[in-house]
């Protein structure tokens, strides 16, 4: 049976928002981000070949976390030979775990988005230098003409800004449903 174009685009539209948030998933379940991407793809694959369910699903990211979750015991039983593998058990209760960590990753992200925007320009320029374009502590305090310490003590402060308004924005969008 065809599906109309709006159905692939929207079932398209979710598995790329979710992949930030299954890799996360994925990565505490795995040893390596070479095994999570590899067991990303594959849940990828699957979840396509299951695009007949999608319009009976009620979240996307329960969804998608359970294949993702089949993926890694069948990764698991793949590998099992390997004597370092976790047991089924003891990958139920890491998943379990992971699960609750990443709820709400998409919506902490688009909070930080509105929280970096409210910066000052300074600050925000401060991030992209740090984390953007990765330059160390050491050597972005030298380009500004500040001590390390001095740095460390700004960006934590800009840290502690972001984290209260992220924090203040989940209470506030608690409080309205």
Request: net charge positive; hydrophobic share 40%; with cysteine.
């Amino acid at each position: 049976m065809d599906k109309p174009a709006d159905f692939t685009e929207r079932f398209v539209s979710d598995l790329t928002a979710s992949q930030p948030r299954l890799f996360a998933y994925l990565l505490s379940l795995l040893r390596s981000p070479d095994e999570a991407r590899d067991v990303l793809q594959e849940t990828n694959l699957v979840l396509w070949k299951k695009l007949d369910e999608y319009p009976q699903i009620a979240s996307f990211e329960a969804w998608s976390t359970r294949v993702a979750y089949f993926q890694v015991l069948a990764f698991r039983r793949d590998r099992g030979r390997d004597r370092h593998e976790f047991d089924e058990q003891l990958i139920q209760k890491i998943a379990s775990a992971a699960e609750q960590a990443t709820a709400g990753t998409d919506e902490r992200l688009r909070f930080l988005t509105t929280c970096i925007e409210k910066l000052s320009a300074a600050h925000r320029d401060l991030l992209s230098d740090r984390y953007g374009k990765q330059m160390s502590v050491k050597d972005l305090a030298q380009t500004m003409g500040k001590t390390p310490a001095a740095l460390g003590m700004t960006l934590y402060r800009v840290r502690r800004l972001l984290m209260d308004c992220i924090e203040s924005k989940r209470l506030s969008k608690g409080t309205l449903e």
